[in-house]
Protein backbone atom coordinates (compact mmCIF):
# COMPACT_ATOMS: atom_id res chain seq x y z
CA UNK A 1 0.00 0.00 0.00
CA UNK A 2 1.16 3.54 -1.00
CA UNK A 3 1.58 5.73 2.03
CA UNK A 4 -0.73 8.61 2.35
CA UNK A 5 0.14 12.32 1.14
CA UNK A 6 -3.04 14.38 1.97
CA UNK A 7 -4.85 14.57 5.19
CA UNK A 8 -8.24 16.26 4.35
CA UNK A 9 -11.33 17.01 7.36
CA UNK A 10 -15.11 17.46 5.99
CA UNK A 11 -16.83 20.71 6.35
CA UNK A 12 -18.47 18.71 9.61
CA UNK A 13 -14.74 18.48 10.94
CA UNK A 14 -13.65 22.18 10.77
CA UNK A 15 -13.33 23.72 14.68
CA UNK A 16 -16.49 25.53 16.33
CA UNK A 17 -14.26 27.65 18.76
CA UNK A 18 -11.36 29.26 18.46
CA UNK A 19 -8.53 28.56 21.09
CA UNK A 20 -6.83 30.64 23.37
CA UNK A 21 -3.86 30.22 25.22
CA UNK A 22 -4.55 32.70 27.54
CA UNK A 23 -6.65 30.12 29.39
CA UNK A 24 -3.68 27.65 29.90
CA UNK A 25 -0.56 30.17 30.61
CA UNK A 26 1.06 29.04 34.03
CA UNK A 27 1.09 33.00 34.48
CA UNK A 28 -0.83 35.31 32.88
CA UNK A 29 -0.23 38.30 30.24
CA UNK A 30 1.57 41.21 31.52
CA UNK A 31 -1.05 44.11 31.49
CA UNK A 32 -1.11 46.50 28.65
CA UNK A 33 -0.29 50.33 29.78
CA UNK A 34 -0.90 53.55 29.03
CA UNK A 35 1.71 55.67 27.65
CA UNK A 36 0.96 58.40 29.67
CA UNK A 37 -0.54 56.99 33.06
CA UNK A 38 1.23 53.64 32.78
CA UNK A 39 -1.47 52.34 34.00
CA UNK A 40 -3.77 48.96 32.23
CA UNK A 41 -5.67 50.46 29.47
CA UNK A 42 -9.39 49.52 29.83
CA UNK A 43 -11.57 48.38 26.83
CA UNK A 44 -12.60 51.64 26.66
CA UNK A 45 -9.43 53.14 25.84
CA UNK A 46 -8.98 50.69 23.12
CA UNK A 47 -12.72 52.00 21.83
CA UNK A 48 -11.53 54.43 19.14
CA UNK A 49 -9.78 51.58 17.10
CA UNK A 50 -11.63 48.20 17.56
CA UNK A 51 -15.53 47.31 17.65
CA UNK A 52 -15.99 46.09 21.93
CA UNK A 53 -16.91 42.24 20.84
CA UNK A 54 -12.59 42.29 19.33
CA UNK A 55 -11.41 44.00 22.78
CA UNK A 56 -13.39 41.89 24.28
CA UNK A 57 -11.59 38.89 22.71
CA UNK A 58 -8.17 40.72 23.24
CA UNK A 59 -8.66 40.42 26.88
CA UNK A 60 -10.87 36.99 27.24
CA UNK A 61 -9.03 34.61 29.24
CA UNK A 62 -11.88 31.82 28.44
CA UNK A 63 -10.54 28.56 26.21
CA UNK A 64 -12.73 28.92 23.47
CA UNK A 65 -14.18 31.51 21.76
CA UNK A 66 -17.43 30.30 19.31
CA UNK A 67 -16.59 31.39 15.86
CA UNK A 68 -19.83 33.21 14.70
CA UNK A 69 -21.60 31.26 11.68
CA UNK A 70 -21.53 33.90 8.90
CA UNK A 71 -17.21 33.22 9.78
CA UNK A 72 -17.68 29.37 9.47
CA UNK A 73 -20.10 29.87 5.76
CA UNK A 74 -17.05 32.42 4.64
CA UNK A 75 -14.14 29.81 5.59
CA UNK A 76 -15.87 26.89 3.95
CA UNK A 77 -14.79 28.61 0.93
CA UNK A 78 -10.58 27.07 1.66
CA UNK A 79 -11.47 25.59 5.26
CA UNK A 80 -11.01 22.99 6.45
CA UNK A 81 -7.10 23.16 4.61
CA UNK A 82 -5.08 20.50 3.85
CA UNK A 83 -2.08 18.63 5.62
CA UNK A 84 0.24 17.41 3.82
CA UNK A 85 2.99 14.45 4.07
CA UNK A 86 6.21 15.58 2.62
CA UNK A 87 7.32 12.40 1.22
CA UNK A 88 9.37 14.24 -1.70
CA UNK A 89 10.93 16.45 0.76
CA UNK A 90 11.81 13.67 2.98
CA UNK A 91 13.78 11.51 -0.11
CA UNK A 92 15.81 14.45 -1.17
CA UNK A 93 16.55 15.11 2.51
CA UNK A 94 17.70 11.49 3.33
CA UNK A 95 16.15 11.99 6.43
CA UNK A 96 13.95 9.22 8.98
CA UNK A 97 12.24 12.08 10.12
CA UNK A 98 8.49 12.36 8.89
CA UNK A 99 7.53 15.91 7.74
CA UNK A 100 4.07 17.56 7.29
CA UNK A 101 3.06 20.79 6.36
CA UNK A 102 -0.19 22.50 7.16
CA UNK A 103 -0.99 24.41 3.94
CA UNK A 104 -2.48 27.95 4.16
CA UNK A 105 -1.79 28.97 0.53
CA UNK A 106 -5.05 27.51 -0.59
CA UNK A 107 -7.35 31.02 0.39
CA UNK A 108 -8.39 33.04 -2.20
CA UNK A 109 -5.74 35.81 -0.73
CA UNK A 110 -2.95 32.91 -0.84
CA UNK A 111 -1.84 33.08 3.02
CA UNK A 112 -3.17 32.27 6.32
CA UNK A 113 -4.01 35.87 6.54
CA UNK A 114 -7.57 35.50 5.63
CA UNK A 115 -8.43 33.54 9.15
CA UNK A 116 -8.72 37.08 11.03
CA UNK A 117 -9.40 38.95 8.42
CA UNK A 118 -12.79 37.84 7.99
CA UNK A 119 -13.05 37.43 11.32
CA UNK A 120 -12.26 41.43 12.30
CA UNK A 121 -14.86 42.37 9.01
CA UNK A 122 -17.54 40.44 10.21
CA UNK A 123 -17.19 41.78 14.11
CA UNK A 124 -16.99 45.46 12.78
CA UNK A 125 -19.78 45.08 10.27
CA UNK A 126 -22.16 43.86 13.37
CA UNK A 127 -21.16 46.69 15.06
CA UNK A 128 -21.99 49.35 11.77
CA UNK A 129 -18.61 50.53 11.28
CA UNK A 130 -18.27 51.85 7.45
CA UNK A 131 -14.37 51.84 6.94
CA UNK A 132 -11.63 50.11 7.17
CA UNK A 133 -7.84 51.47 7.19
CA UNK A 134 -5.06 49.30 8.00
CA UNK A 135 -1.06 48.90 6.99
CA UNK A 136 0.42 45.81 5.04
CA UNK A 137 3.86 44.70 4.15
CA UNK A 138 3.99 42.30 1.31
CA UNK A 139 0.65 42.97 0.13
CA UNK A 140 -0.87 39.37 1.91
CA UNK A 141 -3.09 41.11 5.15
CA UNK A 142 -3.97 44.41 2.59
CA UNK A 143 -5.56 41.74 -0.10
CA UNK A 144 -7.13 39.84 3.33
CA UNK A 145 -8.73 42.56 4.58
CA UNK A 146 -9.82 43.78 0.76
CA UNK A 147 -11.67 40.26 0.04
CA UNK A 148 -13.48 39.92 4.01
CA UNK A 149 -14.51 43.40 3.03
CA UNK A 150 -15.72 43.00 -0.23
CA UNK A 151 -17.63 40.15 1.17
CA UNK A 152 -19.05 42.22 4.74
CA UNK A 153 -19.54 45.30 2.53
CA UNK A 154 -16.96 47.98 4.42
CA UNK A 155 -14.39 50.12 2.32
CA UNK A 156 -11.18 49.43 3.18
CA UNK A 157 -7.81 51.65 2.88
CA UNK A 158 -4.23 50.38 2.97
CA UNK A 159 -1.15 51.91 3.63
CA UNK A 160 1.20 49.59 2.28
CA UNK A 161 4.87 49.99 2.68
CA UNK A 162 6.67 51.49 0.25
CA UNK A 163 9.25 49.45 -0.96
CA UNK A 164 6.75 46.34 -1.23
CA UNK A 165 4.57 48.52 -2.63
CA UNK A 166 7.15 49.14 -5.43
CA UNK A 167 8.33 45.62 -5.61
CA UNK A 168 5.03 43.65 -5.86
CA UNK A 169 2.49 45.69 -8.33
CA UNK A 170 0.59 42.94 -8.83
CA UNK A 171 -0.54 42.40 -4.94
CA UNK A 172 -2.06 46.20 -5.00
CA UNK A 173 -4.07 45.43 -8.16
CA UNK A 174 -5.52 42.42 -6.48
CA UNK A 175 -6.18 44.85 -3.50
CA UNK A 176 -7.98 47.09 -6.23
CA UNK A 177 -10.08 43.98 -7.36
CA UNK A 178 -11.09 43.60 -4.17
CA UNK A 179 -12.25 47.75 -4.32
CA UNK A 180 -9.74 48.82 -2.08
CA UNK A 181 -7.46 51.47 -2.13
CA UNK A 182 -4.22 51.21 -1.46
CA UNK A 183 -1.55 54.09 -0.93
CA UNK A 184 2.42 53.68 -0.30
CA UNK A 185 3.22 54.23 2.79
CA UNK A 186 5.16 56.67 4.23
CA UNK A 187 2.27 59.29 2.40
CA UNK A 188 1.32 62.26 1.77
CA UNK A 189 -2.52 61.88 3.57
CA UNK A 190 -1.66 61.61 7.26
CA UNK A 191 0.27 64.23 9.71
CA UNK A 192 2.63 61.37 10.13
CA UNK A 193 3.94 60.50 6.79
CA UNK A 194 4.11 63.95 5.83
CA UNK A 195 6.47 64.43 8.60
CA UNK A 196 8.50 61.49 8.19
CA UNK A 197 8.53 62.31 4.29
CA UNK A 198 9.84 66.17 4.99
CA UNK A 199 12.87 64.25 7.36
CA UNK A 200 13.63 61.44 4.25
CA UNK A 201 11.94 61.90 1.11
CA UNK A 202 13.04 58.05 -0.32
CA UNK A 203 11.60 56.62 2.68
CA UNK A 204 11.33 53.09 2.06
CA UNK A 205 8.85 52.78 4.81
CA UNK A 206 7.93 50.38 7.63
CA UNK A 207 5.11 48.41 9.07
CA UNK A 208 5.81 50.63 12.34
CA UNK A 209 4.92 53.52 9.81
CA UNK A 210 2.33 51.96 7.79
CA UNK A 211 0.41 51.52 10.88
CA UNK A 212 0.18 54.87 12.52
CA UNK A 213 -0.51 56.20 9.05
CA UNK A 214 -4.10 53.86 9.20
CA UNK A 215 -4.30 54.27 13.12
CA UNK A 216 -4.39 57.81 12.55
CA UNK A 217 -7.05 57.85 10.02
CA UNK A 218 -9.23 55.87 11.43
CA UNK A 219 -8.79 58.10 14.77
CA UNK A 220 -10.00 60.84 13.01
CA UNK A 221 -13.64 59.35 11.63
CA UNK A 222 -16.46 57.88 13.48
CA UNK A 223 -17.45 55.81 11.33
CA UNK A 224 -13.99 54.32 10.70
CA UNK A 225 -12.00 51.83 12.72
CA UNK A 226 -8.66 49.80 12.61
CA UNK A 227 -7.55 46.35 11.76
CA UNK A 228 -3.96 44.92 12.23
CA UNK A 229 -3.13 41.68 10.55
CA UNK A 230 -0.93 40.16 13.63
CA UNK A 231 0.49 40.46 16.64
CA UNK A 232 -2.80 41.12 18.62
CA UNK A 233 -4.26 38.69 20.93
CA UNK A 234 -7.59 38.59 19.12
CA UNK A 235 -5.56 37.61 15.70
CA UNK A 236 -3.63 34.76 17.16
CA UNK A 237 -6.98 33.04 18.22
CA UNK A 238 -8.65 33.67 15.01
CA UNK A 239 -5.38 31.56 13.88
CA UNK A 240 -5.64 29.15 16.20
CA UNK A 241 -8.39 27.02 13.54
CA UNK A 242 -5.16 26.47 11.89
CA UNK A 243 -3.29 24.15 14.66
CA UNK A 244 -6.62 22.86 16.04
CA UNK A 245 -7.95 21.37 12.43
CA UNK A 246 -4.14 20.27 12.64
CA UNK A 247 -4.63 18.39 15.68
CA UNK A 248 -6.91 16.48 14.07
CA UNK A 249 -5.42 15.87 11.25
CA UNK A 250 -2.48 14.59 12.98
CA UNK A 251 -5.21 12.02 14.71
CA UNK A 252 -5.89 10.70 11.05
CA UNK A 253 -2.10 10.22 10.75
CA UNK A 254 -2.00 8.31 13.68
CA UNK A 255 0.89 10.64 14.74
CA UNK A 256 1.84 13.68 17.08
CA UNK A 257 4.18 16.45 16.50
CA UNK A 258 7.48 16.14 17.98
CA UNK A 259 8.11 19.46 17.21
CA UNK A 260 5.85 22.30 15.29
CA UNK A 261 7.85 25.26 12.96
CA UNK A 262 6.78 28.19 11.95
CA UNK A 263 7.75 31.57 10.44
CA UNK A 264 7.37 34.63 12.65
CA UNK A 265 6.89 38.14 11.72
CA UNK A 266 4.23 39.81 14.17
CA UNK A 267 3.72 35.65 15.64
CA UNK A 268 0.13 35.13 14.33
CA UNK A 269 0.28 31.97 12.27
CA UNK A 270 3.00 30.55 14.07
CA UNK A 271 0.84 30.92 16.57
CA UNK A 272 -2.29 29.64 14.81
CA UNK A 273 -0.42 26.66 14.23
CA UNK A 274 1.42 26.08 17.76
CA UNK A 275 -0.93 27.40 20.27
CA UNK A 276 -3.07 24.31 20.13
CA UNK A 277 -0.18 22.45 20.72
CA UNK A 278 1.26 24.22 23.12
CA UNK A 279 -1.81 24.32 25.40
CA UNK A 280 -2.65 20.69 24.72
CA UNK A 281 0.76 20.29 26.41
CA UNK A 282 0.60 22.51 29.38
CA UNK A 283 -3.25 20.58 30.01
CA UNK A 284 -0.92 17.57 30.83
CA UNK A 285 -1.55 16.12 27.07
CA UNK A 286 1.57 15.03 25.06
CA UNK A 287 4.14 17.67 24.41
CA UNK A 288 5.86 19.38 21.18
CA UNK A 289 8.77 21.71 20.75
CA UNK A 290 7.81 25.00 19.54
CA UNK A 291 10.44 26.52 16.95
CA UNK A 292 10.36 29.87 15.88
CA UNK A 293 11.88 31.12 12.81
CA UNK A 294 12.58 34.91 12.30
CA UNK A 295 14.58 36.78 9.36
CA UNK A 296 18.50 37.37 10.25
CA UNK A 297 17.78 40.66 9.20
CA UNK A 298 14.88 41.61 11.45
CA UNK A 299 15.40 38.83 14.41
CA UNK A 300 13.12 40.44 17.58
CA UNK A 301 12.77 37.10 19.18
CA UNK A 302 16.55 35.98 19.11
CA UNK A 303 17.95 39.80 19.10
CA UNK A 304 15.73 42.01 20.76
CA UNK A 305 14.53 42.98 24.21
CA UNK A 306 11.62 41.55 26.18
CA UNK A 307 10.49 44.93 27.26
CA UNK A 308 7.43 47.20 26.99
CA UNK A 309 7.00 49.20 23.51
CA UNK A 310 5.19 50.65 21.43
CA UNK A 311 3.34 48.65 18.42
CA UNK A 312 3.97 51.50 16.11
CA UNK A 313 6.85 54.20 15.02
CA UNK A 314 4.35 57.39 15.57
CA UNK A 315 4.11 55.99 19.82
CA UNK A 316 0.45 56.11 19.35
CA UNK A 317 -0.43 52.96 20.48
CA UNK A 318 -0.63 51.68 23.79
CA UNK A 319 2.88 49.49 24.99
CA UNK A 320 2.75 46.03 25.29
CA UNK A 321 5.42 43.79 26.80
CA UNK A 322 6.94 42.00 23.67
CA UNK A 323 10.37 40.87 22.20
CA UNK A 324 11.60 44.27 20.76
CA UNK A 325 14.01 45.92 17.91
CA UNK A 326 12.40 49.14 18.83
CA UNK A 327 9.82 51.06 17.49
CA UNK A 328 11.97 53.00 15.69
CA UNK A 329 14.06 50.67 14.04
CA UNK A 330 14.22 50.13 10.13
CA UNK A 331 14.55 46.73 9.00
CA UNK A 332 16.39 46.38 6.15
CA UNK A 333 14.24 45.92 2.61
CA UNK A 334 14.51 42.63 2.00
CA UNK A 335 11.76 39.82 0.30
CA UNK A 336 10.23 38.59 3.04
CA UNK A 337 8.07 41.92 3.71
CA UNK A 338 5.98 40.30 5.85
CA UNK A 339 8.38 39.37 8.18
CA UNK A 340 9.74 42.80 8.75
CA UNK A 341 8.50 44.22 12.07
CA UNK A 342 10.00 45.32 14.99
CA UNK A 343 7.98 43.46 17.74
CA UNK A 344 6.56 40.13 18.34
CA UNK A 345 2.94 39.15 19.37
CA UNK A 346 3.18 40.06 23.54
CA UNK A 347 1.37 36.26 23.16
CA UNK A 348 4.47 34.69 21.76
CA UNK A 349 6.69 36.62 23.36
CA UNK A 350 5.25 35.61 27.11
CA UNK A 351 5.18 31.75 25.87
CA UNK A 352 9.15 33.11 24.98
CA UNK A 353 9.95 34.38 28.10
CA UNK A 354 8.30 30.89 30.13
CA UNK A 355 10.41 28.45 27.93
CA UNK A 356 7.88 27.35 26.29
CA UNK A 357 9.32 27.84 22.72
CA UNK A 358 12.51 28.51 20.81
CA UNK A 359 13.25 30.53 18.21
CA UNK A 360 16.30 30.78 15.37
CA UNK A 361 16.89 33.00 12.65
CA UNK A 362 18.44 32.50 9.05
CA UNK A 363 19.23 34.66 6.46
CA UNK A 364 17.03 34.65 3.19
CA UNK A 365 19.38 33.39 0.67
CA UNK A 366 19.62 30.42 2.77
CA UNK A 367 15.48 30.24 2.77
CA UNK A 368 15.19 31.31 -0.50
CA UNK A 369 17.38 27.88 -1.64
CA UNK A 370 15.10 26.08 1.03
CA UNK A 371 11.97 27.44 -0.85
CA UNK A 372 13.24 26.07 -4.04
CA UNK A 373 14.16 22.61 -2.98
CA UNK A 374 10.66 22.39 -1.21
CA UNK A 375 9.04 23.61 -4.76
CA UNK A 376 11.32 20.96 -6.94
CA UNK A 377 10.24 18.34 -4.18
CA UNK A 378 6.58 19.14 -3.35
CA UNK A 379 5.17 21.18 -5.91
CA UNK A 380 4.00 24.05 -4.15
CA UNK A 381 6.13 27.38 -4.71
CA UNK A 382 6.17 28.97 -0.78
CA UNK A 383 5.69 32.67 0.16
CA UNK A 384 9.08 34.24 0.74
CA UNK A 385 8.03 34.57 4.31
CA UNK A 386 7.01 30.78 4.73
CA UNK A 387 10.58 29.71 3.18
CA UNK A 388 11.58 30.74 6.52
CA UNK A 389 9.55 27.69 8.12
CA UNK A 390 10.67 25.27 5.21
CA UNK A 391 14.07 26.28 6.35
CA UNK A 392 13.50 26.19 10.24
CA UNK A 393 11.80 22.62 9.27
CA UNK A 394 14.69 21.37 7.11
CA UNK A 395 16.74 21.73 9.96
CA UNK A 396 14.96 19.61 11.84
CA UNK A 397 15.12 16.91 9.71
CA UNK A 398 18.62 17.21 9.21
CA UNK A 399 19.30 17.16 13.15
CA UNK A 400 16.38 14.13 13.09
CA UNK A 401 18.93 12.44 10.27
CA UNK A 402 22.29 12.74 12.06
CA UNK A 403 20.78 11.76 15.27
CA UNK A 404 19.10 8.73 13.39
CA UNK A 405 15.71 10.04 14.93
CA UNK A 406 12.74 9.40 13.39
CA UNK A 407 10.38 12.25 14.74
CA UNK A 408 7.69 13.77 13.37
CA UNK A 409 7.99 17.27 12.62
CA UNK A 410 4.75 19.62 12.00
CA UNK A 411 5.23 22.79 10.24
CA UNK A 412 3.21 25.86 8.11
CA UNK A 413 3.52 26.73 5.22
CA UNK A 414 1.48 30.04 5.60
CA UNK A 415 1.42 31.03 1.94
CA UNK A 416 1.98 30.43 -1.49
CA UNK A 417 4.38 32.82 -3.56
CA UNK A 418 3.30 33.33 -6.95
CA UNK A 419 3.33 37.34 -6.16
CA UNK A 420 6.86 37.03 -5.00
CA UNK A 421 8.34 35.77 -8.29
CA UNK A 422 10.28 38.64 -9.00
CA UNK A 423 12.16 37.92 -6.01
CA UNK A 424 12.47 34.67 -6.89
CA UNK A 425 14.00 35.54 -10.31
CA UNK A 426 16.28 37.64 -8.08
CA UNK A 427 17.66 34.57 -6.38
CA UNK A 428 18.21 33.01 -9.59
CA UNK A 429 20.30 35.56 -11.42
CA UNK A 430 22.51 35.49 -7.84
CA UNK A 431 20.77 39.03 -7.00
CA UNK A 432 19.52 38.21 -3.67
CA UNK A 433 22.15 39.06 -0.79
CA UNK A 434 21.65 38.72 2.77
CA UNK A 435 20.67 42.25 4.02
CA UNK A 436 21.85 43.12 7.28
CA UNK A 437 20.92 45.73 9.75
CA UNK A 438 23.46 48.66 11.27
CA UNK A 439 24.44 46.93 14.69
CA UNK A 440 24.45 50.76 15.35
CA UNK A 441 20.93 51.55 14.52
CA UNK A 442 19.47 48.82 16.39
CA UNK A 443 21.63 49.89 19.48
CA UNK A 444 20.00 53.31 18.86
CA UNK A 445 16.68 51.84 18.69
CA UNK A 446 16.82 50.05 21.74
CA UNK A 447 18.01 52.85 24.17
CA UNK A 448 14.80 54.53 23.11
CA UNK A 449 12.57 51.95 24.17
CA UNK A 450 10.25 53.72 26.87
CA UNK A 451 11.08 53.61 30.20
CA UNK A 452 8.40 51.35 32.43
CA UNK A 453 8.28 51.41 36.30
CA UNK A 454 9.22 47.73 37.22
CA UNK A 455 5.17 47.33 39.10
CA UNK A 456 5.69 46.99 43.00
C1 LIG B 1 2.11 38.01 6.77
C2 LIG B 1 2.70 36.73 6.50
C3 LIG B 1 3.55 36.12 7.44
C4 LIG B 1 4.00 36.78 8.70
O1 LIG B 1 3.00 37.16 9.60
P1 LIG B 1 2.78 36.41 10.98
O2 LIG B 1 1.82 37.26 11.72
O3 LIG B 1 4.10 36.31 11.68
O4 LIG B 1 2.21 35.09 10.66
C5 LIG B 1 4.02 34.85 7.15
N1 LIG B 1 3.70 34.22 6.01
C6 LIG B 1 2.89 34.78 5.09
C7 LIG B 1 2.59 34.01 3.84
C8 LIG B 1 2.37 36.05 5.30
O5 LIG B 1 1.57 36.58 4.39
Not at 329 to 337: E, L
Not at 370 to 382: L, S, Y
Not at 412 to 436: C, I, P, R, V, W
Request: net charge negative; aromatic share 10%.
Amino acid sequence: MSQQTKFLLNEDQMPKAWYNLQADYPTPLPAVLHPGTMQPVGPEDLAPLFPMALIMQEVSTEREIEIPEPVRDLYRLWRPAPLYRAHGLEKALGTCAKIYYKYEGVSPAGSHKPNTAVAQAFYNKEAGVKRLTTETGAGQWGTSLAFAGAHFGLEVEVFQVRVSYDQKPYRRAVMETYGARCVASPSMETEYGRSVLAKRPDHPGSLGIAISEAVEQAVKRDDTKYALGSVLNHVLVHQSIIGLECMKQMEMADTWPDVVVGCTGGGSNFAGIAFPFMGHGLRGGQTSRFVAVEPAACPSLTRGKYAYDFGDTAKMTPLTKMHTLGSQFTPPGFHAGGLRYHGMAPMVSHAMQLGLMEAVAYNQVECFAAGVMFARAEGIVPAPEANHAVKGAIEEALRCKREGKAETILFNLSGHGHFDMASYQKYFAGELTDETYAESELAMALAGLPSVPEPA
